[in-house]
């Protein structure tokens, strides 16, 4: 069955990195779309990054310059590699892979940054 996994989180001090993973399985993971997404509480998720097929790349203004999404298709992985970190940056991180108007989700991984 198809399975998206979410791994790489954890604690960490102010002006830190963080890298997080994520692992698709039972998907041509190469056919889509894969974006970071995060959630804080008491606030709305919204998109960090994503990686479409031709491996062009998008961030939110708040990221920019700080994070990297990249992806590894033949180890079904999307990577996103986090430096500078803030207090701001803390949520839950949640990876998507999307085909067209089908989306699959992980179960979210965990960055708290401490300040």
């Known amino acids: 069955q198809v399975q998206v996994v979410e791994s790489g989180g954890g604690l960490v001090q102010a002006g830190g990195s963080l890298r997080l993973s994520c692992a698709a399985s039972?998907?041509?993971?190469?056919?889509?779309?894969v974006g970071w997404y995060r959630q804080a509480p008491g606030k709305q998720r919204e998109l960090v990054a994503d990686?479409?097929?031709?491996?062009?790349?998008n961030y939110a203004d708040s990221v920019k310059g700080r994070f990297t999404i990249s992806r590894d298709n033949a180890r079904k992985t999307v990577y996103l590699q986090m430096g500078s970190l803030t207090p701001e940056d803390t949520a839950v991180y949640y990876c998507?892979?999307?085909?067209?108007?089908?989306?699959?989700w992980g179960q979210g991984t965990q960055v708290t940054v401490s300040s």
């Open positions: 990686i479409n097929i031709g491996s062009s790349t």
């Open positions: 998507n892979a999307r085909f067209g108007s089908i989306n699959f």
């Open positions: 039972g998907i041509a993971f190469s056919l889509a779309t």
